[in-house]
């Protein structure tokens, strides 16, 4: 329901992280991940970060319809 997700690497990347930041715990190095609500309500994946305190949480910031 909230579209797809538009990620950018280099957007991270320009805030000081590498791609093992993500890719070595949080997420595996897949094209296409299914990530449910309630991963994000249990502070996993992105929302690991993006909780609202270490970086934002809008939605819309990233999902595009």
Do not use: P, R
């Amino acid at each position: 329901g909230q579209g797809k997700v538009v990620f950018s690497g280099k957007i991270h990347a320009d805030k000081g992280l590498s791609c093992n930041d993500c890719h070595s715990g949080l997420f595996t190095m897949k094209k296409e991940a299914k990530i449910t609500m309630a991963d994000h309500t249990s502070g996993k994946f992105c929302f690991t970060c993006h909780n609202g305190t270490k970086a934002f949480n809008t939605c819309t910031k990233c999902h595009k319809k």
